[in-house]
């Protein structure tokens, strides 16, 4: 069910008209369904339905408070990478034993941090960082739950940025070496291993690699426990993609990713941890902004917007498409002709999308760039310092702005000067 309908000709986030939303913030903006992020979390809980299972969210696609509130009331657990992530789980009032702490360089003060504050588990990537993690759980006096993320040798078939599971990526430990590993975690204080991670990549369309992760996951949860350890939960990362077009045949849905994890797993007695990202935010989510000038030239007519790669950097640091609708709908059968679709920074590589077909558009008209609300917002920076754009949240005929664009001397003033200029 798609929240980002055109009604009356003007395309609509849930009952809300964009040109609405632009006439009240200005552009560029982002702005997201509550609609959408709670179907996409409950598809995921569903898909787990009859196993015992937490849905960790992974905040990095999408992390403003109003957005994880919105999922944490549903009763998603959150999946942190950093000290910062941390605190904005914990500002959405996710309780510690809801929140899994992930990445492959944690340091000792988030360590610290999350061990006061409570945590789920860590999700440990080397035995540099389990000795850190003891030392730091000794110091406290408490005992840190832990997962070591294993490598499987996998290959995600997704693009080279975003796969994780090949030996060749930094992320996790050789699965080869999980038995001393885990030996070493059961050696050392502080540290009570309790189950097993792996996360392989990001944007999978298709389910056969995580048939062969979870495999070996399944495989090496009968030798771990013949060691003795007491493996009972197995976070299964993220990773299921979205479609980006709605012309490319669809990846496989949560439902069917839950029947693989059932068919791999489910014999196993585990209680199953997933951590979706884009899944969820993904179509939650889209980028508006506003056509400044229609420029001609060589051969080609460019639309520049006044959104830039600082604002949406998927376009140029992977090559990725979004479709680019106009916010006013046009007229069936309405030609359409070719632009090249940039922004204003001052490089090449600002540019959105070379020779899309669209409508054709004017100075003033608004765009919407689908697809957005996974590493949109997030991503985004105040290159050529232009201030990050705002956050808006649509629930059915209300809105409400989630982050307000910040003035120019909000952005200056962050900057300070020494004494002697
Ligand atoms: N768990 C771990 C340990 C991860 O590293 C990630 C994503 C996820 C879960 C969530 O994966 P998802 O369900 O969102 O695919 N900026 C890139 C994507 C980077 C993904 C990084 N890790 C992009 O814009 O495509």
């Known amino acids: 069910m798609d929240h980002f309908l055109y009604k009356d000709g003007v395309l609509h986030a849930e009952d809300v008209p964009l ?5 009240a913030v200005g552009t560029p903006f982002y702005v997201y369904s509550t609609a959408t992020l709670e179907r996409h979390f409950r598809l995921f809980d569903e898909a787990l339905a009859g196993m015992d299972h937490l849905v960790c969210y992974a905040m990095k696609a999408a992390s403003n408070v109003a957005i994880l509130k919105t999922l944490a009331r549903l009763g998603a657990g959150m999946d942190v990478v950093s000290g910062g992530e ?4 914990k500002a959405a009032g996710v309780p510690g034993e809801r929140i899994v702490f992930s990445g492959v360089g944690k340091t000792r003060d988030e360590m610290r941090l999350a061990l006061a504050g409570g945590i789920r588990q860590f999700n440990v990537e080397s035995e540099p960082e389990m000795e850190a ?4 759980a000794v110091e406290l006096g408490v005992i840190a739950p832990i997962t070591v993320r294993v490598n499987p040798d996998v290959d995600a078939r997704t693009h080279a940025k975003i796969a994780t599971g090949k030996s060749e990526n930094k992320f996790g430990i050789p699965i080869a070496r999980a038995r001393e590993v885990y030996r070493l975690a059961a050696d050392l204080p502080g540290l009570e291993a309790i189950g097993i991670d792996v996360h392989i990549g990001s944007q999978l369309t298709d389910l056969e690699p995580f048939r062969m992760a979870y495999a070996k996951v399944a495989e090496l949860t009968g030798v771990l426990r013949a060691d003795g350890h007491d493996i009972r939960r197995l976070d299964l990362g993220g990773g299921l993609g979205i479609p980006y077009s709605r012309s490319n045949e669809a990846p496989p849905l949560p439902t069917e990713y839950g029947a693989l994890i059932r068919e791999t797993l489910g014999h196993l007695g585990c209680e199953i ?14 980028m508006v902004s506003e056509v400044i000038y229609v420029k001609s ?12 790669m600082n604002d949406l ?3 140029a640091m992977y090559d990725a498409w979004h479709d680019i609708v106009p916010v006013i709908e046009p007229e069936p059968g309405a030609e359409q002709r070719p632009y090249d679709i940039v922004g204003p920074v001052c490089e090449s590589g600002d540019t959105f999308a070379k020779q899309r077909m669209m409508p054709q558009l004017e100075a003033g008209d608004l765009v919407a760039f689908r697809s957005a609300g996974a590493y949109g917002a997030v991503m985004s ?3 050529n310092t232009r201030p990050l754009i705002p956050e808006v949240l649509v629930n059915g005929h209300e809105f409400a702005v989630i982050r307000a664009r910040p003035s120019f001397d909000e952005m200056i003033n962050r900057d300070t000067i020494p004494e002697w200029l």
């Not at 040109?19 to 006439?23: N, R």
Request: glycine share 14%; net charge negative.
């Open 86 to 89: 941390y605190m904005r789980a």
């Open 313 to 315: 950097i998927r376009p």
């Open 297 to 308: 030239g060589e051969g080609r007519d460019f639309l520049i917007l006044d959104g830039a």
């Open 133 to 136: 993690l003891s030392a730091v």
């Open 19 to 23: 040109a609405e939303i632009a006439a």
């Open 273 to 286: 941890e997933i951590e979706p990202g884009r899944l969820i935010a993904g179509n939650a989510g889209l």
């Open 381 to 383: 920076s105040e290159y």
